[in-house]
């Protein structure tokens, strides 16, 4: 996810590569690969990377969070701006592990950050002020829309974009795979499944129409798609993606919870 954000950035021509400073515990691979790959600086130096920086972005696993901040209590200061990408992890218990008045501001983007694509929450903790949000969001701007919500949301925030991606990725997944089941060459398939995926996503965000006049502008009564909608609805359709939805926000307040007892072991 942190890749995906630096590849945004740098694309978007909103902060110079070298102006970005990533690191990690243990994979100099890695490391090297984002320098090659993006020009940014990777160091193995945690407490380097901090001190340089006027926005910190934690961008490791939930399970991962409470070892990261001691290992930058000692050093991180309440003039930095603290952006938190983890899925879950409730600003309160960052606040709390840094002590002080840390700002700390959570962010959920998704994958699409890489093409300055992603929809991006941002919700403010306790010690953030007006223009901090404001920065942040000129930042989280460069890797695509953003939208400012209070913190109780961010788990169906992350239910729908955070994670909505991974079942755009299955659609497009099973419309190729039945096109190649139809006769269709795979390459081909590729094709035809995500430019369908693209020009409807595309026609709901151009079109005056909702994406409910949409689906009936494609449905002829009677014709191909009424059949096709008819199997959808009988395997689940619609159903099926807000139970996704709803179970991936169910994880996100688990998570939460968690953070509230402690320790966390996923
Ligand atoms: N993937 C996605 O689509 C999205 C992910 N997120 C959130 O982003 C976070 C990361 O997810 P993802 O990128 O998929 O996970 P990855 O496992 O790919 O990346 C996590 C990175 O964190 C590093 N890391 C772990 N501990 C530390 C530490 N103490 N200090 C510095 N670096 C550390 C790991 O490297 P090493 O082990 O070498 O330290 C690794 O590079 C998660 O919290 C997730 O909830 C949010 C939105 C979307
Ligand atoms: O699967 C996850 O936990 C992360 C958070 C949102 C997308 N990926």
Redesign the pocket.
């Known amino acids: 996810?942190?890749?995906?954000m630096a590849a945004g950035m740098i694309e978007s021509g909103t902060i110079e590569p070298e102006r970005i400073i990533m690191?990690?515990?243990?994979?100099e691979q890695?490391r090297q690969e984002l320098m090659e790959n993006h020009g940014v600086l990777a160091t193995q130096s945690?407490e380097f990377?901090v001190r340089e920086a006027d926005v910190v972005i934690?961008?490791?696993?939930?399970k991962?969070?409470e070892?990261?901040l001691e290992?930058?209590e000692d050093f991180i200061t309440n003039e930095q701006l603290l952006l938190?990408?983890?899925?879950?992890?409730p600003s309160s218990f960052i606040e709390e592990k840094l002590e002080g008045e840390q700002p700390v501001i959570r962010?959920?983007?998704?994958?699409s950050s890489m093409i300055g694509k992603s929809i991006s929450a941002l919700a403010a903790g306790e010690h953030v002020s007006d223009e901090q949000v404001t920065i942040a969001r000129a930042l989280i701007r460069s890797i695509g829309e953003t939208v400012v919500i209070e913190e109780e949301q961010m788990d169906v925030f992350?239910g729908v974009a955070?994670?909505g991606?991974?079942y755009i990725y299955h659609v497009i997944e099973s419309l190729e795979k039945a096109a190649v089941e139809g006769g269709i060459e795979t390459e081909t398939a590729r094709k035809m499944a995500v430019q369908t995926v693209l020009g409807a996503g595309m026609m709901a965000e151009q079109s005056e129409d909702s994406p409910s006049a949409l689906r009936k502008k494609v449905t002829s009564p009677n014709g191909t798609t009424q059949a096709g909608l008819e199997a959808l609805y009988e395997n689940g359709g619609g159903e099926a993606i807000e139970a996704a939805v709803e179970n991936a926000a169910t994880r996100s307040k688990e998570i939460s919870n968690q953070f509230n007892k402690k320790p966390v072991t996923q």
């Open positions: 996810m942190a890749e995906a690191t990690n515990r243990s994979n890695r945690i990377a934690l961008a490791m696993k939930p991962d969070v070892r990261a290992g930058i938190s990408v983890l899925a879950g992890v962010v959920m983007p998704n994958t992350t955070g994670s991606p991974a």
